[in-house]
Every structure is written in structure tokens, then in C-alpha cells.
């Protein structure tokens, strides 16, 4: 069983930034595409990006792109989720998943591990 943990989430002003992280338990995940998705209070999750196993692929619905990007380091069992630009809007439990599957999905349902998520909080 693949176990993730995330880190680096807390409060932020607006127009601020965070860097998340998420750790994996050994060294599969290196071989695996890594998603990171979102879920506010009383709204669905909600796929935020994805990185192939190699990291030089990644994607993001355009109302995220260029202000959030996925990068990853394998030799540390580590994906990044780099958030600038921070909106009120942003405010959610930011979670990181594995997908043992082809790149890509944005379905939370084809993610086989999670991680437990962190809190993510932008003040207006």
C-alpha cells in the first residue's frame, strides 16, 4: 500500500503564494502519474493538475493555468503543487493522488491513493 502525505498548506493572504509537497512511502511512486485535486466546503472535488512519472509532462484546466503548477523530484519520492496568485476562491483541502493508470485523468475516481490532504486558507 502506497502511502502519501502532504504538506505545506496553511493561510495566505490574497495574491500570495504556497508550495505544497507530497511525499510518498517508497520508491513506486516515481513510477507513477500524480494528481492533485481540491475540495472546498460544499463543492465536489475538483482536479487541480497531473504529472507523468517522468515530469515533463503536466496539465491543468486553463482556469488554473499559470498560476498553478505540478513539478515533481523522484530521488526524494516528492510531487510539488507551486500555487501563486492566491484568490479567496482557492480555499480548499488541496490533496495529492496517485494514478496507476496512462497519463492522464482528471477523474478522481481513476486515482487508486490519496493522500489526507491539507488546508489551504486565502484571506481576502
Known amino acids: 500500500q502506497l502511502h502519501l502525505v502532504e504538506s505545506g498548506g496553511g493561510l495566505v493572504q490574497a495574491g500570495g503564494a504556497l508550495r505544497l509537497a507530497c511525499t510518498g512511502s517508497d520508491y513506486t511512486f516515481s513510477s507513477y502519474t500524480m494528481g492533485w485535486f481540491r475540495q472546498a466546503p460544499g463543492k465536489e472535488r475538483e482536479f487541480v493538475a497531473a504529472?507523468?512519472?517522468?515530469?515533463?509532462?503536466?496539465v491543468s484546466p486553463d482556469a488554473l493555468k499559470g498560476r498553478f503548477t505540478a513539478s515533481r523530484d523522484n530521488a526524494k519520492n516528492t510531487v510539488y503543487l507551486q500555487m501563486n496568485s492566491l484568490k479567496p476562491e482557492d480555499t480548499a483541502v488541496y490533496y495529492c493522488?496517485?494514478?496507476?493508470?496512462?497519463?492522464?485523468?482528471?477523474?478522481?475516481?481513476?486515482?487508486?491513493?490519496w493522500g489526507q490532504g491539507t488546508q489551504v486558507t486565502v484571506s481576502s
Open positions: 493522488a496517485v494514478d496507476t493508470g496512462p497519463f492522464y485523468s482528471d477523474y478522481d475516481f481513476s486515482y487508486d491513493y
Open positions: 504529472i507523468n512519472w517522468k515530469g515533463d509532462r503536466t
